[in-house]
């Protein structure tokens, strides 16, 4: 049972993990607005794999229906969602370089966020690995309706709700690191997230027969990192690192994440100074409520913390 | 559904590369009467219900009834991948469906998601053509296109990294991305070399004086990095360079191989290994002579397996000694391995060399008949 709900987890995390960031990112850069075109895109994800999940296992359909179709459709929505998630980063590294130097207030302005890349970001997160994960869980089910038990079905669901468990801590931690702080850890770790998915996408390609290579393996480390263990599950689902990778997915992963990761975290060129006071940031008020329930950690004013900055001296 | 209009002409590409003659979409006619073929697995085994069976579109139904996760794949020959079903949990069943023509097969389960797997023979036979031999031609030339494109672009990024490392004179990162940067250009040589000029600006060494050229390109900064350790003056030799590998990307990219190039080519890439790099020549500043004998095995090996299927249909026999052959090269040059890289060809004894170059000898015997079976 613990080897199916470690499928879940995996699964489960491969989805969550964008969609929890892009989330904490909306609400610290005060985007709230944004949301239900998050949640519309994974609404539309989810409901697209189920459908889609059952006409494969329930009809004679032959769209999708063979394994190397599928392999496919994961491997360019895995690559179209490197391709947003790519953006995004930069978008922090913007967003960390505005409030670096510049006001807060013209935080809102930078960001001048499409809603439509929002949702369609949301969507290929979870679309990826949609219709893999409602696959599994129609032949759980069937299992199930079969008589020998629900476990299986429980067992999966057990493990997605961990994965939505872990990105909901996820969201609530980062809320509460300091601004800029949280640009550049969060962009950092989605860095990692994005190389990994690029990564899965390649390896999906030469499964399908269309980048070569898929016997060729960088190394083989199965015997320290096993993937039926839950550290195993866990790295998979977060950054894609399994224990024999081939060599060109290694080389996609690390000629993407280096140059990425150098020019996020090269030291931007200081902005001009404002000489002025600074206004008052836009919306500073106290974000209202969400259903998410995040209105129990207000997150403090960060530049009550910020040493690294120097905007206008704290307002009462 | 919007997805449709997209996956299916993909989904159409992919059967051409797998070698199918199938359409994506369309009729599903199971051809098997009697439904899907029951694959039983375990930890420790793998059940086939039937080996023998009639070629098209195929059905398995594997289940697990082990405690680990399973994974249940269709292997063509030198193991490319017909079909595979993976996250089968403990007490599940997954279906795969895959098309076959007819041929010989493995089937293998992976508990634990791991390994090689536990393999058993499938045999398919029946009247479902295979590709008629001129499109199998036609494929391979296609899917090497593919590999030269993603060679390309990995020789283009380790380029201008090794390029920007010069002109930061950046001595150690340069040496160690210089033998990095040359497995792309060895591995797809052949198609460079039909590029008349570039070719020695590139990758010329110091005889090309003797031509009236200019000594440029990668074995210039190699000697100046190696022996006098000054690349302060390299600046316009690197910018050089990158404009000479850019411009013959773009032509490797639009070039199309025929077939017989590809055997050639193939047969070329050993030529270029027993000539250049078992006598250390190539790289005789960097010694890295065995990053360059790798990649041209590599290349050489991309080239046959683009023409695999086609081979497969003409001489069986010649593609099992190729196959026999490259693993035996493989098995020598592997005993040089250090760490992520390779041995430098100063630290090889001479009987080393000796069986390496053997081993070339044995593989450049059936891959100088590549090219005459092509031509049929």
Redesign the interface.
């Given at each position: 049972?613990f080897?199916?709900y470690?499928?879940g987890l995996r699964?489960g995390l491969e989805a969550t993990l964008v969609v929890s960031i892009l989330v904490a990112f909306l609400v610290k850069s005060q985007r709230r607005d944004r949301l239900p075109q998050v949640w519309a895109g994974v609404g539309l994800a989810v409901v697209?794999s189920v459908v889609f999940g059952w006409l494969i296992?329930y009809t004679?359909?032959?769209?999708?229906?063979?394994?190397?179709?599928r392999?496919?459709?994961e491997a360019?929505t895995s690559v179209a969602a490197v391709v947003f998630v790519t953006w995004m980063i930069f978008w922090m590294r913007k967003a960390a370089r505005t409030i670096a130097g510049e006001l807060r207030g013209k935080l809102t302005e930078a960001l001048a966020v499409g809603s439509l890349a929002v949702a369609g970001m949301a969507f290929l997160a979870v679309i990826r690995e949609g219709l893999?994960t409602a696959?599994?869980f129609y032949?759980?089910a069937?299992?199930a309706a079969g008589g020998?038990g629900a476990?299986?079905l429980l067992?999966?669901a057990g493990g997605v709700a961990t994965a939505v468990v872990i990105g909901f801590l996820l969201y609530r931690s980062a809320l509460k690191i300091n601004l800029s702080k949280f640009f550049t850890w969060t962009g950092a770790l989605l860095i990692l997230v994005a190389a990994g998915i690029l990564k899965y996408g390649v390896h999906d390609f030469q499964?399908?027969?269309?980048?070569?290579g898929?016997?060729?393996q960088a190394f083989d480390i199965?015997s320290t990192l096993?993937?039926?263990a839950w550290y195993g599950a866990l790295l998979a689902g977060m950054f894609n690192i399994t224990?024999?990778p081939t060599v060109?997915e290694t080389?996609a992963w690390v000629?993407f994440a280096v140059p990425v990761l150098v020019l996020f975290l090269r030291k931007p060129a200081a902005p001009a100074r404002p000489a002025a006071p600074a206004a008052p940031p836009a919306s500073a008020a106290a974000p209202e409520p969400t259903p998410a329930g995040d209105a129990a950690t207000t997150p403090a004013e960060p530049a009550a913390t910020e040493a690294s900055t120097d905007t206008a001296p704290q307002r009462a | 559904m919007r997805t449709t209009r997209f996956v299916v002409p993909a989904a159409a590409g992919v059967l051409v590369v797998a070698g199918l003659t199938g359409c994506g979409g369309g009729d599903d006619s199971d051809a098997k009467a009697g439904g899907p073929i029951a694959v039983k697995a375990t930890d420790s085994a793998c059940e086939v219900d039937s080996t023998e069976i009639e070629a098209g579109q195929v059905t398995f139904k594997v289940t697990n009834s082990g405690s680990k996760v399973n994974e249940f794949y269709v292997y063509a020959a030198g193991d490319r991948v017909m079909g595979e079903v993976e996250n089968i949990a403990p007490g599940l069943s997954r279906e795969l469906r895959v098309e076959l023509p007819a041929g010989t097969y493995e089937t293998a389960c992976k508990p634990g998601m791991s390994g090689r797997g536990i393999r058993g023979a499938l045999k398919v036979s029946g009247t479902v053509a295979t590709v008629a031999p001129d499109a199998a031609l036609g494929q391979a030339t296609a899917s090497y296109q593919r590999y030269v494109q993603s060679q390309t672009a990995a020789l283009l990024t380790r380029t201008e990294e090794f390029v920007a490392a010069v002109k930061a004179n950046d001595v150690a990162r340069a040496k160690d991305l210089y033998p990095v940067a040359r497995t792309y250009w060895e591995r797809i040589e052949p198609v460079a070399e039909s590029f008349g000029d570039l070719d020695p600006k590139i990758d010329g060494r110091e005889e090309v004086v003797e031509e009236g050229m200019q000594f440029t390109g990668f074995h210039r900064i190699e000697k100046d990095l190696w022996t006098t350790g000054d690349i302060s003056k390299d600046g316009a030799i690197a910018d050089q360079l990158l404009v000479d590998v850019k411009a013959i990307v773009a032509k490797a990219n639009a070039e199309k191989l025929t077939p017989l190039q590809l055997a050639n080519g193939a047969k070329a890439l050993l030529d270029e290994v027993a000539s250049g790099k078992i006598t250390g020549e190539e790289e005789r500043y960097s010694h890295t002579d065995l990053w360059d004998f790798n990649a041209n095995l590599e290349g050489s090996k991309a080239a046959i397996a683009a023409l695999r299927p086609a081979l497969e249909q003409r001489s069986p026999d010649l593609v099992k000694q190729l196959d026999t052959e490259f693993a035996a090269v493989e098995a020598a040059l592997g005993k040089h391995r250090a760490g992520d890289g390779w041995k430098l060809h100063t630290q090889l004894s001479k009987a080393e060399l000796k069986e390496l170059s053997d081993s070339i000898n044995a593989l450049a015997e059936p891959i100088s008949k590549v090219a005459a079976v092509v031509a049929r």
């Open positions: 049972m080897a199916t470690l499928i699964e697209l296992e004679s359909t032959s769209l999708l229906a063979r394994s190397e179709d392999e496919l459709f360019v893999e696959l599994i032949s759980a069937q299992s020998t476990g299986a067992s999966l499964e399908a027969g269309v980048l070569p898929l016997n060729n199965s096993d993937p039926n224990a024999a060109l080389i000629a | -």
